[in-house]
Protein backbone atom coordinates (compact mmCIF):
# COMPACT_ATOMS: atom_id res chain seq x y z
CA UNK A 1 0.00 0.00 0.00
CA UNK A 2 2.94 2.67 1.21
CA UNK A 3 4.48 1.29 -2.06
CA UNK A 4 1.77 1.98 -4.36
CA UNK A 5 1.15 4.93 -3.21
CA UNK A 6 4.72 6.05 -3.50
CA UNK A 7 4.56 5.08 -7.11
CA UNK A 8 1.50 6.79 -8.04
CA UNK A 9 3.08 10.49 -6.37
CA UNK A 10 6.37 9.62 -7.97
CA UNK A 11 4.63 9.37 -11.42
CA UNK A 12 2.64 12.63 -10.73
CA UNK A 13 6.21 14.45 -9.62
CA UNK A 14 7.28 13.19 -13.15
CA UNK A 15 4.76 14.96 -15.16
CA UNK A 16 4.51 17.68 -13.21
CA UNK A 17 8.15 17.82 -13.94
CA UNK A 18 7.94 17.28 -17.58
CA UNK A 19 4.90 19.71 -18.23
CA UNK A 20 7.41 22.71 -16.26
CA UNK A 21 10.13 21.95 -18.90
CA UNK A 22 7.47 21.77 -21.78
CA UNK A 23 5.97 25.34 -20.51
CA UNK A 24 9.43 26.64 -19.66
CA UNK A 25 10.63 26.00 -23.09
CA UNK A 26 7.29 27.52 -24.59
CA UNK A 27 8.24 30.36 -22.97
CA UNK A 28 11.24 31.06 -24.46
CA UNK A 29 10.11 30.45 -27.65
CA UNK A 30 9.45 34.47 -28.46
CA UNK A 31 11.88 37.30 -28.69
CA UNK A 32 15.28 36.00 -29.57
CA UNK A 33 14.49 32.67 -30.45
CA UNK A 34 11.62 33.94 -33.01
CA UNK A 35 13.85 36.00 -34.53
CA UNK A 36 16.92 33.96 -34.49
CA UNK A 37 14.61 31.20 -36.43
CA UNK A 38 13.58 33.72 -38.86
CA UNK A 39 17.45 34.58 -39.35
CA UNK A 40 17.62 30.92 -39.60
CA UNK A 41 14.95 30.14 -42.22
CA UNK A 42 15.99 33.03 -43.97
CA UNK A 43 12.19 34.02 -44.53
CA UNK A 44 9.55 36.69 -43.22
CA UNK A 45 5.87 35.22 -43.29
CA UNK A 46 3.45 37.73 -43.74
CA UNK A 47 -0.19 38.01 -43.40
CA UNK A 48 -1.85 39.97 -46.04
CA UNK A 49 -5.17 40.38 -47.57
CA UNK A 50 -4.66 40.78 -51.28
CA UNK A 51 -7.72 43.16 -51.55
CA UNK A 52 -7.37 46.36 -51.23
CA UNK A 53 -5.26 47.61 -53.80
CA UNK A 54 -3.03 49.68 -54.87
CA UNK A 55 -1.63 48.58 -51.13
CA UNK A 56 -2.35 45.00 -52.01
CA UNK A 57 -3.67 42.63 -54.80
CA UNK A 58 -3.09 39.85 -57.20
CA UNK A 59 -1.94 40.56 -60.97
CA UNK A 60 -2.78 38.71 -63.92
CA UNK A 61 -0.53 35.91 -63.13
CA UNK A 62 -2.22 35.59 -59.55
CA UNK A 63 0.81 37.04 -57.62
CA UNK A 64 0.60 39.41 -54.51
CA UNK A 65 1.68 42.86 -55.79
CA UNK A 66 1.70 46.55 -54.38
CA UNK A 67 2.84 48.88 -52.45
CA UNK A 68 2.93 47.11 -48.92
CA UNK A 69 3.79 43.73 -50.70
CA UNK A 70 6.72 46.26 -52.46
CA UNK A 71 7.65 47.70 -49.34
CA UNK A 72 7.51 44.08 -47.12
CA UNK A 73 9.99 42.59 -49.98
CA UNK A 74 11.81 45.59 -49.12
CA UNK A 75 12.44 45.70 -45.45
CA UNK A 76 12.78 41.37 -45.63
CA UNK A 77 15.46 42.53 -48.24
CA UNK A 78 17.46 44.79 -45.44
CA UNK A 79 17.49 42.18 -43.16
CA UNK A 80 18.58 39.43 -45.38
CA UNK A 81 15.24 37.97 -45.53
CA UNK A 82 12.90 36.99 -48.43
CA UNK A 83 9.69 38.18 -47.88
CA UNK A 84 6.81 35.41 -47.98
CA UNK A 85 3.09 36.50 -48.67
CA UNK A 86 0.44 34.24 -46.96
CA UNK A 87 -3.05 35.50 -48.30
CA UNK A 88 -5.48 36.10 -45.46
CA UNK A 89 -8.97 37.37 -45.27
CA UNK A 90 -9.14 40.40 -43.50
CA UNK A 91 -11.53 39.33 -40.78
CA UNK A 92 -9.11 36.80 -39.43
CA UNK A 93 -5.80 38.14 -40.03
CA UNK A 94 -4.91 39.16 -36.49
CA UNK A 95 -6.00 35.81 -34.79
CA UNK A 96 -3.60 34.19 -37.26
CA UNK A 97 -0.72 36.22 -36.40
CA UNK A 98 -1.72 35.54 -32.98
CA UNK A 99 -1.73 31.83 -34.12
CA UNK A 100 1.58 31.64 -35.44
CA UNK A 101 0.45 31.22 -39.18
CA UNK A 102 3.11 34.02 -39.84
CA UNK A 103 5.20 36.22 -38.28
CA UNK A 104 4.23 39.62 -39.09
CA UNK A 105 1.42 41.17 -40.81
CA UNK A 106 1.51 44.35 -43.13
CA UNK A 107 -1.84 45.03 -44.81
CA UNK A 108 -2.98 48.57 -44.83
CA UNK A 109 -3.88 48.04 -40.91
CA UNK A 110 -4.65 51.17 -39.09
CA UNK A 111 -3.13 51.32 -35.37
CA UNK A 112 -5.66 52.10 -32.92
CA UNK A 113 -5.80 51.76 -29.41
CA UNK A 114 -8.16 48.63 -29.61
CA UNK A 115 -5.66 46.73 -32.21
CA UNK A 116 -2.38 48.00 -30.43
CA UNK A 117 -4.20 45.79 -27.29
CA UNK A 118 -4.12 42.70 -29.15
CA UNK A 119 -0.58 43.01 -31.43
CA UNK A 120 2.26 45.20 -31.65
CA UNK A 121 2.97 48.09 -34.37
CA UNK A 122 6.42 48.38 -36.18
CA UNK A 123 6.31 52.58 -36.26
CA UNK A 124 4.32 54.10 -38.67
CA UNK A 125 4.76 53.83 -42.43
CA UNK A 126 1.73 55.04 -44.04
CA UNK A 127 -0.42 58.33 -43.49
CA UNK A 128 -4.08 58.28 -44.93
CA UNK A 129 -7.30 60.03 -44.60
CA UNK A 130 -10.60 58.65 -44.93
CA UNK A 131 -12.61 58.90 -48.35
CA UNK A 132 -16.00 58.80 -50.08
CA UNK A 133 -16.41 57.34 -53.34
CA UNK A 134 -19.48 57.38 -55.89
CA UNK A 135 -21.38 57.71 -58.87
CA UNK A 136 -21.19 61.29 -60.04
CA UNK A 137 -23.60 60.77 -62.42
CA UNK A 138 -26.00 60.07 -60.21
CA UNK A 139 -25.23 61.88 -56.72
CA UNK A 140 -23.96 65.39 -55.88
CA UNK A 141 -21.90 64.17 -52.76
CA UNK A 142 -19.33 67.14 -51.53
CA UNK A 143 -19.56 66.30 -47.73
CA UNK A 144 -20.23 63.13 -45.36
CA UNK A 145 -23.76 64.29 -44.42
CA UNK A 146 -24.34 64.20 -48.43
CA UNK A 147 -24.84 60.18 -47.63
CA UNK A 148 -27.85 60.64 -45.29
CA UNK A 149 -30.63 58.77 -46.67
CA UNK A 150 -28.26 56.64 -49.34
CA UNK A 151 -26.85 53.61 -49.44
CA UNK A 152 -23.20 53.29 -48.28
CA UNK A 153 -20.91 50.21 -48.32
CA UNK A 154 -18.04 49.24 -46.17
CA UNK A 155 -15.28 47.04 -45.12
CA UNK A 156 -16.60 45.14 -42.17
CA UNK A 157 -13.92 45.21 -39.25
CA UNK A 158 -12.51 48.68 -40.64
CA UNK A 159 -12.12 52.20 -40.12
CA UNK A 160 -14.29 53.05 -42.81
CA UNK A 161 -17.04 51.24 -41.06
CA UNK A 162 -16.39 52.68 -38.09
CA UNK A 163 -16.30 56.41 -39.51
CA UNK A 164 -19.37 55.63 -41.92
CA UNK A 165 -21.33 54.70 -38.04
CA UNK A 166 -20.24 58.47 -36.91
CA UNK A 167 -22.30 60.14 -39.96
CA UNK A 168 -25.50 61.71 -39.39
CA UNK A 169 -28.73 60.64 -40.93
CA UNK A 170 -26.58 57.14 -42.38
CA UNK A 171 -28.72 54.26 -41.52
CA UNK A 172 -28.32 52.12 -44.22
CA UNK A 173 -24.62 50.53 -43.80
CA UNK A 174 -23.68 47.32 -45.84
CA UNK A 175 -20.99 45.68 -44.55
CA UNK A 176 -18.56 43.30 -47.20
CA UNK A 177 -15.99 41.27 -46.53
CA UNK A 178 -13.78 42.83 -49.03
CA UNK A 179 -13.73 46.22 -50.52
CA UNK A 180 -13.59 44.66 -54.03
CA UNK A 181 -17.27 43.01 -53.53
CA UNK A 182 -18.03 47.05 -51.98
CA UNK A 183 -17.12 48.69 -55.08
CA UNK A 184 -18.22 46.05 -57.30
CA UNK A 185 -21.81 46.50 -55.98
CA UNK A 186 -20.83 50.73 -56.68
CA UNK A 187 -20.88 50.25 -59.99
CA UNK A 188 -23.93 47.82 -60.36
CA UNK A 189 -25.85 50.75 -58.27
CA UNK A 190 -26.66 48.34 -55.58
CA UNK A 191 -25.20 50.77 -53.55
CA UNK A 192 -24.52 54.10 -53.67
CA UNK A 193 -21.42 55.19 -52.12
CA UNK A 194 -18.80 53.23 -50.42
CA UNK A 195 -16.72 54.63 -47.24
CA UNK A 196 -13.14 53.69 -47.07
CA UNK A 197 -9.72 54.72 -47.21
CA UNK A 198 -8.76 57.67 -49.09
CA UNK A 199 -5.82 56.45 -51.45
CA UNK A 200 -8.01 52.89 -51.79
CA UNK A 201 -11.06 54.95 -53.19
CA UNK A 202 -8.83 57.12 -55.02
CA UNK A 203 -7.35 53.96 -57.06
CA UNK A 204 -10.62 52.67 -58.18
CA UNK A 205 -12.11 55.76 -59.52
CA UNK A 206 -8.83 56.45 -61.28
CA UNK A 207 -9.92 55.12 -64.27
CA UNK A 208 -13.72 55.55 -64.31
CA UNK A 209 -15.15 57.67 -65.95
CA UNK A 210 -18.26 58.23 -63.61
CA UNK A 211 -16.69 57.86 -60.13
CA UNK A 212 -15.34 60.37 -57.80
CA UNK A 213 -14.08 60.69 -54.62
CA UNK A 214 -14.25 63.06 -52.11
CA UNK A 215 -11.10 63.13 -48.92
CA UNK A 216 -12.68 63.52 -45.57
CA UNK A 217 -10.55 64.51 -42.47
CA UNK A 218 -13.04 64.57 -39.75
CA UNK A 219 -16.74 64.40 -39.11
CA UNK A 220 -18.60 65.06 -36.19
CA UNK A 221 -15.50 66.56 -35.21
CA UNK A 222 -13.40 63.12 -34.56
CA UNK A 223 -10.27 63.08 -36.44
CA UNK A 224 -9.82 60.20 -39.20
CA UNK A 225 -6.25 60.86 -40.24
CA UNK A 226 -5.15 57.38 -39.59
CA UNK A 227 -1.69 55.74 -39.55
CA UNK A 228 -0.40 52.43 -41.06
CA UNK A 229 1.59 49.99 -39.44
CA UNK A 230 3.48 46.02 -39.70
CA UNK A 231 1.34 44.21 -36.76
CA UNK A 232 3.34 41.55 -34.85
CA UNK A 233 2.59 39.18 -32.24
CA UNK A 234 3.29 40.82 -28.55
CA UNK A 235 6.00 40.57 -27.39
CA UNK A 236 8.13 40.38 -30.32
CA UNK A 237 10.17 43.22 -29.30
CA UNK A 238 13.39 42.45 -30.94
CA UNK A 239 11.51 41.75 -34.99
CA UNK A 240 9.93 45.06 -33.99
CA UNK A 241 13.21 46.88 -33.41
CA UNK A 242 14.85 45.14 -36.64
CA UNK A 243 11.68 45.96 -38.89
CA UNK A 244 11.82 49.65 -37.58
CA UNK A 245 15.71 49.83 -38.72
CA UNK A 246 14.82 48.52 -41.82
CA UNK A 247 11.84 51.19 -42.25
CA UNK A 248 14.58 53.70 -41.33
CA UNK A 249 17.06 52.79 -44.02
CA UNK A 250 14.72 52.63 -46.57
CA UNK A 251 14.04 55.92 -46.43
CA UNK A 252 17.62 57.28 -45.89
CA UNK A 253 18.54 55.63 -49.50
CA UNK A 254 15.29 56.41 -51.17
CA UNK A 255 13.35 53.42 -51.63
CA UNK A 256 10.55 54.47 -49.52
CA UNK A 257 10.10 57.68 -52.08
CA UNK A 258 10.88 55.13 -54.88
CA UNK A 259 8.42 52.97 -54.02
CA UNK A 260 5.36 55.37 -52.76
CA UNK A 261 6.34 57.71 -56.37
CA UNK A 262 5.34 53.90 -58.43
CA UNK A 263 1.87 53.49 -56.65
CA UNK A 264 0.57 57.05 -56.15
CA UNK A 265 2.54 58.76 -58.56
CA UNK A 266 3.36 61.46 -56.45
CA UNK A 267 6.10 62.00 -53.36
CA UNK A 268 5.22 60.98 -49.99
CA UNK A 269 3.82 63.84 -47.57
CA UNK A 270 4.96 61.84 -44.96
CA UNK A 271 7.78 58.81 -44.00
CA UNK A 272 8.55 56.25 -41.73
CA UNK A 273 10.18 58.07 -38.63
CA UNK A 274 8.21 60.93 -39.44
CA UNK A 275 5.94 62.43 -36.21
CA UNK A 276 2.84 60.77 -36.21
CA UNK A 277 -0.55 61.47 -34.57
Given at each position: MSEERTSRWGAVFSTIVAVAIVVSCGCGSSGT???????QDGVLTVGNDTTY???EFVDSSNAPTGFDVDLISAVAAKLGLKAQIVTTAWDGIIPALQSDKFEAVISAMT??????????FSTPYYRSDMGIVFDRTLHAISR????????????????GESSAHLISGLTDIRAYPDIQLAMTDLDLGRIDAVVNDYPVCAYYARDS??????????INQTNLTQYYGIALKRGDAELKAAIDRALTDLVSDGTYDSLYTKWFGEMPEF???????
Open positions: SRMEHITAPFITPDREKEVLPDDLAGLRVGVQIGTTAVLSVVRVITRPGDNGS
